[in-house]
């Protein structure tokens, strides 16, 4: 039997984002651990390199329960990209539970968190115009605003900028937060 995945508050489904990934007889290099998922997102030890480039493959309890971060002394969210507001208001267990126990995520170059209501809000995945339709009406509006197409408008049309935007690790990719409190979407695009 599986053991369920621990759940994350910024980064709630972490198998979609492809942050994490199901894998086949697969051994925690943290906790030693035979598991059923590793988590294959980037994170930072106390010398600010990246790891996985060598197989450091950890599995998400190790992520969720802290033992990474206090045993390789690793934080996984950078949270000085949060707003002034966010990091001032946002408890100090809350920054902790974000930079040490949340599954960061792959970026075209460096990823950040996004946050709304003084508070870090949640990651949803990268996104481009293939993805754009099956997207949350709210989110849609954030990835055209940031592009700077008409935000209301209906289907997407040829000349619409949205239209650039790949999630294939090739173009111009949107990354979709949304917040823990409102229906508020935001985005940030990244470029390889």
């Known amino acids: 039997m599986t053991e369920p995945l621990p759940q994350f508050r910024y980064h709630p489904d972490p198998l ?18 035979r598991r059923d998922y590793a988590y294959v997102g980037p994170y930072r030890d106390q010398t600010e390199e990246y790891h996985f480039a060598n197989g450091d493959e950890i599995c998400p309890w190790c992520i969720a329960d802290g033992t990474a971060a206090e045993k390789w002394n690793a934080s996984f969210v950078a949270p000085d990209f949060l707003s002034p507001e966010a990091r001032s208001r946002m408890s100090a267990a809350a920054l902790a539970d974000l930079e040490f126990r949340t599954p960061s995520f792959y970026c075209l170059q460096q990823e950040r968190w996004l946050d709304h209501h003084g508070e870090a809000a949640a990651f949803i995945g ?12 709210q989110a849609q509006i954030a990835m055209r605003e940031w592009v700077g197409d008409r935000p209301y408008d209906g289907p997407l049309r040829p000349t619409d900028r949205v239209n650039k935007l790949k999630n294939d690790g090739d173009g111009p990719t949107a990354y979709l937060f949304r917040c823990l409190h409102c229906d508020w979407h935001g985005m940030y695009v990244e470029s390889g």
Do not use: H, K, M, N
């Open 16 to 33: 979609a984002t492809g942050s994490i990934e199901r894998r086949d007889d697969f051994r925690c290099s943290c906790c030693e651990r």
């Open 126 to 137: 990268a996104a481009g115009v293939d993805e754009f339709p099956d997207l949350p009406r």
